[in-house]
């Protein structure tokens, strides 16, 4: 682990040098952990992506009786194959969240997941480690960050420079540069919307850079859409000063196009998969 962590770092310091970080352990963040390999947003699937010397993105909401947890749905019934249906922010987790199998739905039914709960932030920030990175996903409101705040508080192995939260809510994102500065906060958004025509409109750099300043975040991270996300978009936002991280790429060829533009991130949701597959290549 140790020595991934070294080549890791090399390979960010390196990327500063010549302008375009490379695939490997410190650039590749696994989504919703190593859900190619295990179930998303459960610690097996964290666990699989700090072993394997990767960071990881979870997702997390605030449930009715004021727990953290990491789930992605805004409610209950997708990942745990429709035995409870509940919104995630109604649903108690004493009584009922932590009751349910998020490791046996889909291609997991019958599988070594099975069962698993859903786990809870402090749970997860338990796998902090320097030189990697925990991307939490912010998904409620700015009222949930209080309670990330107190999650924080009370553990000792998270810090600012091993996790940063992601959020598309702007109020989120500004609530959390205001009650926890030290940490940073990439907007998240999609590389386009529907306008008022109710057609797909591509996001402009001018479109990033008003949600950035009106966030407070240190940078964005965008979904990676080729021919909006030219490098001429992404060096315009670096300009600024602002960092730039694209999500989630599952091609290697589509991962490289990324970082050869100027990203210094990708998520994706097969990370060893990738890298192993840009290593054989190198390799030829």
């Not at 046996?104 to 599988?111: D, I, P, R, T």
Request: with cysteine; aromatic share 10%; glycine share 8%.
């Amino acid at each position: 682990m140790k020595t991934k962590m070294l080549l890791g770092l090399a390979a960010v310091a390196a990327a500063g040098v010549l302008g375009a970080a490379q695939p490997d352990y410190a650039t590749f963040i696994c989504h919703r952990g190593e859900s190619h390999d295990a179930p998303e947003n459960t610690l097996p699937a964290y666990k699989t992506a700090v072993d394997r010397g990767f960071g990881f993105e979870c997702d997390i909401y605030l449930s009715a009786d004021k727990r953290v947890f990491t789930f992605h749905d805004s409610n209950l019934k997708r990942t745990t194959a429709g035995a409870c249906t509940k919104k995630c922010a109604e649903a108690s987790w004493a009584d009922e969240i932590s009751k349910v199998d998020v490791g046996g739905w889909g291609k997991w039914k019958g599988s070594k997941f099975s069962p698993t709960r859903p786990a809870l932030l402090e749970e997860v920030l338990e796998l902090a480690v320097d030189g990697r990175q925990i991307y939490v996903e912010v998904k409620p409101g700015p009222e949930i960050v209080p309670y990330i705040k107190a999650v924080y508080a009370k553990q000792k192995k998270a810090t600012n420079k091993n996790t940063l939260f992601i959020a598309f809510n702007r109020e989120t994102c500004k609530e959390l540069k205001r009650l926890m500065p030290e940490y940073k906060v990439y907007w998240l958004t999609s590389s386009g919307y529907k306008g008022k025509d109710k057609k797909w409109t591509p996001i402009t750099v001018d479109y990033v850079l008003q949600g950035l300043k009106e966030t407070g975040a240190d940078g964005v991270d965008c979904h990676f859409k080729p021919e909006v996300v030219t490098a001429d978009f992404i060096k315009a936002i670096k300009d600024k000063g602002y960092e730039f991280h694209a999500w989630t790429i599952d091609s290697l060829d589509q991962s490289l196009l990324a970082f050869e533009r100027g990203a210094q991130t990708v998520t994706t949701n097969c990370a060893k998969k990738q890298l192993d597959e840009y290593k054989a290549r190198k390799n030829k």
